[in-house]
């Protein structure tokens, strides 16, 4: 069984940094292309940031800087550090797996709240 598990979201001040994890089981994540997603009430889910096999990165333009996508092989893990936390970042944050090499295959964490309020 492959698993995604999202932890350490929760409420932060404006200004205020979070990390997110993503632990995996079921698959090794330094072979698959690895995301952050999130998604606000309303909203379309959104690409946050990525992180290739390869260890290229891709971020939102939006973001400016603020965010940045980590990952640990030792430990199967994928970190996403938030820093200057704006209240537009509000939204369930979700871990991705993703591979095609061949037909696409995905995978989807259960997600973790983040809200950003004063």
Known sequence: QVQLVESGGGLVQPGGSLRLSCAASGIIVSIYHMGWFRQAPGKQRELVAAITSGGNTNY????????????????????????????????????NAARWDGPLIEYWGQGTQVTVSS
């Open 60 to 95: 939102a333009g939006s973001l400016k800087g603020r965010f940045t996508i980590s990952r640990d092989n030792a430990k199967n893990t994928v970190y996403l550090q938030m820093n200057s936390l704006k209240p537009e970042d509000t939204a369930v944050y979700y871990c």
